[in-house]
């Protein structure tokens, strides 16, 4: 008889840290294709390797999924940097009834262990770290998302400033929604595609905008299909995997202009220390700073 029960991996642990099993399933939300741990059966998996995310809610909620869906006895290795939720895991672990041992690599700990019979308080975890309605904003959201329990205030700042869109366009890392909903405020849009790495936020922004002018694409922003558009607007990211990462941001604007038709207009709220103009001056044919204010800039750039 074979066993037909899936390795898992969930995220990208440094092959320098842990040893991958070959032809794992990847589960991470933040990979387009990825398989969702939510829907994986319990008991259906053999053996997983997990790169834990860094936010406590969101970390506890994945480990709960993880637990739920091992086959009992199976073994996990669950692994984070030191400074961004490692030095945690083993006491979560154990909270949930698993008995682990650590050990401690390139600046990570690395706890391994096997799934018990019995698991406590995973649904506190599985609840506290699920999608929901924030009555205080009257928006869905999860831990995890960016800027999950609050409007950002550079999005905030775009939302009130924000010139008139019309036509076809995008919101390039679309997160739960709220720009786009202000976007299609304007009669003269004709569709915009809410665009995330984050499968979460798309899901999210499904909830939170009922238009029917509003199409949502999980993809990487920088490979996504698009083409001929009349405007962009984006809070453009400058972290990746928790690091500032100025290049990550300057895809984004590279990626506007090529996927922009003659004339289309790029309207971007940006974090004040970081040097926009040196791409948006090359790359487009006008750019315009419309307001500075608060740590954050507002650009205005036409194709």
Not at 13 to 20: G, I, K, N, R
Not at 44 to 64: D, F, H, N, Q
Not at 96 to 104: I, K, L, P, S
Request: proline share 7%; hydrophobic share 45%; glycine share 8%.
């Amino acid at each position: 008889m074979t066993d037909d029960k899936q390795i898992a991996v969930y995220g990208a642990p440094p092959a320098d840290v842990v040893e991958l099993a070959p032809g794992a399933t990847q589960f991470s939300p933040l990979m387009p294709g990825a398989a969702a741990l939510e829907q994986q059966a319990e008991g259906s998996v053999k053996a997983l390797t997990m790169l834990a995310p860094p936010g406590t809610l969101e970390r506890r909620y994945v480990i709960a999924l993880a637990l739920r869906a091992l086959a009992i006895g199976a073994p996990f290795t669950i692994l984070a940097p030191n400074d961004r939720g490692g030095t945690r895991l083993r006491k979560e672990l154990q909270a949930f009834g698993c008995v682990v041992e650590e050990h401690a690599r390139r600046h990570h700990r690395i706890v391994t262990g096997t799934r018990p019979a019995l698991l406590t308080g995973l649904d506190e975890a599985l609840t506290n770290g699920a999608p929901r309605l924030l009555d205080d904003l009257s928006v869905w959201s999860q831990p995890g998302v960016f800027s999950w329990d609050r409007i950002d205030p550079g999005t905030e700042m775009l939302i009130e400033h924000l010139p008139p869109m019309r036509g076809r366009g995008a919101d390039f890392g679309c997160g739960s929604g709220i720009l786009a909903h202000a976007v299609l405020a304007s009669p003269k849009v004709v569709e915009i595609t809410l665009v995330d790495i984050d499968r979460r936020a798309i899901e999210c922004a499904e909830h939170n905008v009922a238009d029917p002018r509003a199409r949502f694409l999980w993809a990487d922003v920088r490979s996504a299909d698009l083409a001929d558009l009349d405007f962009v607007v984006m809070n453009a990211p400058f972290h990746d995997a928790g690091a500032e990462d100025k290049k990550l941001a300057q895809s984004f604007v590279q990626r506007a202009a090529q996927v922009l038709g003659k004339g289309g207009v790029c309207v971007m709220v940006a974090n004040r220390h970081l040097p926009y103009e040196a791409i948006l001056t090359p790359t487009f044919k006008r750019a315009e700073l419309l307001i500075e204010t608060g740590g954050y800039k507002i650009y205005e750039a036409h194709k």
